[in-house]
């Protein structure tokens, strides 16, 4: 499947989606809402963006009642489409392709329209702006058939509902229509120039009775239904920290699963543990081939165990290692709760590193920096939560760059010059 970028990662034009919800399977993150009557279950369409976290187990997108209508990825990395009536399977589209880009904002549409005459035209998937030819197995509802989703049942985004099976990873521009089959183009576009599907504006769709559009742009309401109808979903172990600025339309780097399975990921992979006895184990960033520009992140220091080690790879240097050093020089104590902010000068070839606000290492200018923006490191359960501008930690002085995209807990100018967040923006203006 193609690599979803930010869609200003091509132009600075177009529409921009603000918000989405990091879910995490330990913290058990979902939504759910019982509809008070059915709506039309013949016809509904689903349009979701995802970003996806770790692979390779059994996670729900979306489900109702008791794994009735269900879109779920399995432990290969296929997703599949499904509605059982009892102990039948009624509707199954289980596609050939495989999600594994971690880096990737992907799009999935299920048009659904039991009326239709031909079979294959009742249950239609759409990912990325294609339509979906290429399956490994495909049942067809009969014609007039119920779906389950817009009925009574409970309906659940980011869980399977008796199973659990919780989503990781981030959700964008939940809608739900109830009563129309539409195809991808109500929800997105390919760009002219580059080709990339992109979102656009949803707000002007008829959503129907039981139809949702969830943008998550209420911190303090994170399951308001913004269409008009008032459809709300519950939260559960959801708050405030889950919302991100990480979107369809701005991609944000995060670590990279796909690096090294040594380590634990969790957080949308901002969560860093290592519990791989002694040795020290490494991974980067999602974006890390940078070579041009000025960037800044954040790492928090969860537990240091005494053997912590975080790092910058720049010229082969490890400018911050294990046991409180600051390498090339300068010594530093390393406490858990510290926040160490990076400064990545590519234009005068220098590091910078702050502890808790404060220089402890700048390195000399000139010096050969490699194009690897970050390789984060640590020992025996150490644990780490890295910041690239969607902290997964309290944040008491809130800081964006200058562009106004992140949020941080130091500035990220450094004696006035401006660094800025790890995006797929700011890689289009300054990368």
């Known amino acids: 499947m193609p690599l979803i970028l ?38 509904a369409t689903i349009s979701v963006w995802f970003k996806r976290s770790n692979l390779s187990s059994n996670q729900a997108i979306f489900s109702t009642g008791s794994n009735n209508v269900v879109i779920k990825f399995a432990t290969a990395d296929k997703i599949g489409i499904y509605d059982f009536n009892g102990s039948s399977m009624d509707l199954e589209l289980n596609p050939s392709m495989v999600f594994r880009d971690t880096s990737a904002w992907y799009h999935i549409v299920v048009s659904l329209d039991s009326t239709q005459s031909t079979s294959s035209d009742r249950a239609k998937l759409y990912i990325n702006g294609s339509l979906i030819s290429d399956f490994d197995s495909t049942t067809y509802p009969s014609q007039n058939y119920n779906f389950k989703v817009n009925g009574t049942l409970e309906h659940f985004i980011g869980r399977l509902s008796g199973l659990s099976q919780y989503f990781n990873g981030y959700m964008a521009e939940f809608v739900n229509i109830d009563g129309q089959q539409l195809d991808a183009t109500s929800f997105g576009e390919f760009d002219e120039d580059s080709g990339i599907w992109k979102p656009i504006d949803v707000s002007g769709l008829t959503f129907g009775t039981n139809g949702f559009y969830l943008d998550f742009e209420n911190s303090g309401s994170l399951g308001a239904d913004v269409s008009g109808n008032g459809n709300n979903f519950t939260v559960n172990n959801l708050t405030s920290i889950n919302q991100t600025t990480d979107t369809c339309t701005n991609n944000y780097a995060t670590l990279n699963p796909l690096v090294n399975s040594a380590i634990t990921y969790s957080e949308g992979n901002l969560h860093y543990k290592n519990t791989h006895g002694s040795n020290s184990e490494f991974t980067l960033a999602t974006i890390q081939e940078v070579s041009n520009g000025r960037w800044y992140w954040e790492i928090k220091m969860a537990s240091t165990n005494n053997n912590s080690a975080y790092e910058y790879f720049g010229n082969g240097t490890a400018y911050v290692k294990s046991n409180g050093d600051i390498y090339p020089s300068g010594t530093t104590t390393v406490s858990n709760g510290d926040i160490f902010g990076f400064y990545l000068n590519y234009e005068d070839g220098q590091m910078t590193i702050h502890r808790n606000g404060s220089q402890v290492y700048q390195s000399s200018s000139g010096i050969s920096l490699s194009t690897t923006t970050a390789q984060i490191a640590g020992f025996n359960n150490t644990e780490y939560q890295v910041n690239f501008g969607n902290p997964i930690f309290s944040i008491s002085s809130s800081n964006a760059d200058a562009n106004g995209y992140g949020n941080f807990e130091y500035s990220p100018a450094l004696s006035g010059v401006n660094f800025y967040s790890l995006n797929t923006k700011n890689l289009a203006e300054y990368g």
């Open 6 to 43: 930010g869609t200003n990662s091509i132009k600075d034009t177009g529409y921009n989606v603000d918000n989405s919800l990091r879910f995490n399977s330990g913290s058990s993150d979902y939504l759910n809402r019982t509809p008070s009557g059915a709506g039309t279950q013949t016809k």
